[in-house]
Antibody, heavy 115, light 109 residues
Framework: EVQLVQSGAEVKKPGESLRISCKGS????????ISWVRQMPGKGLEWMGR????????NYSPSFQGHVTISADKSISTAYLQWSSLKASDTAMYYC????????WGQGTLVTVSS | SYELTQPPSVSVSPGQTARITCSGD??????AYWYQQKSGQAPVLVIY???KRPSGIPERFSGSSSGTMATLTISGAQVEDEADYYC????????????FGGGTKLTVL
């Protein structure tokens, strides 16, 4: 069974760093891209960027380029989304999703940034 | 930046046909994908590559694309189809930059 399992909810202060994860199982992790999608409270879905786990090649949305870093460790079938300095506006639910068609999604990681 | 435009809301009675549109300049050259998101849940793929239906998705869900518009059709909408629906595609820059439409709230009552 294909699964994407994300790390748990996080509460952080502005300026702190954070890395959340997405672990794939039930398929060959290096065969398909992993994308990250943001959903701010009460708002729509936003594509942030994606990574090819086989070689860690990345694409970013212009809206997120330079603000987040997407990485992967293929040895443990895990993709990451990372911030070096969080802002209150980063408060959102973050999803990972598989392949170009997003056929499987993680359960989401709620990130709350508040002083 | 590239945008996909959806109507904010669509409302139908149970058993009626719901149509949700998605317009974008690159859609003649790029596939459209559709996702259903119910309150508090992760999105679910309902249509991929304009018109293909994943296994497990009811036959009442169908998709089409013509010119700069893609359409999700729910034939005989059920109360359980009430959800937010998002289209997704990529721009034509060659850099594979994805974009979601703003979402459409489907009300079935």
């Amino acid at each position: 069974e294909v699964q994407l399992v994300q790390s748990g909810a996080e509460v952080k202060k502005p300026g702190e760093s954070l890395r959340i994860s997405c672990k794939g199982s039930g398929y060959s992790f290096t065969s398909y891209w992993i994308s990250w999608v943001r959903q701010m409270p009460g708002k729509g879905l936003e594509w942030m960027g994606r990574i090819d786990p086989s070689d860690s090649y990345t694409n970013y949305s212009p809206s997120f380029q330079g603000h987040v870093t997407i990485s992967a460790d293929k040895s443990i079938s895990t993709a990451y989304l990372q911030w070096s300095s969080l802002k209150a506006s980063d408060t959102a639910m973050y999803y990972c999703a598989r392949r170009d068609k997003f056929d499987y999604w993680g359960q989401g990681t709620l990130v709350t940034v508040s002083s | 930046s590239y945008e996909l435009t959806q109507p904010p809301s669509v409302s139908v009675s149970p058993g009626q046909t719901a149509r949700i549109t998605c317009s974008g300049d690159a859609l003649p050259k790029k596939y459209a994908y559709w996702y259903q998101q119910k309150s508090g849940q992760a999105p679910v793929l309902v249509i991929y590559e304009d018109s293909k239906r994943p296994s497990g998705i009811p036959e009442r869900f169908s998709g089409s694309s013509s010119g700069t518009m893609a359409t999700l059709t729910i034939s005989g909408a059920q109360v359980e189809d009430e959800a937010d629906y998002y289209c997704y595609s990529t721009d034509s820059s060659g850099n594979h930059r994805g974009v979601f439409g703003g979402g459409t709230k489907l009300t079935v009552l």
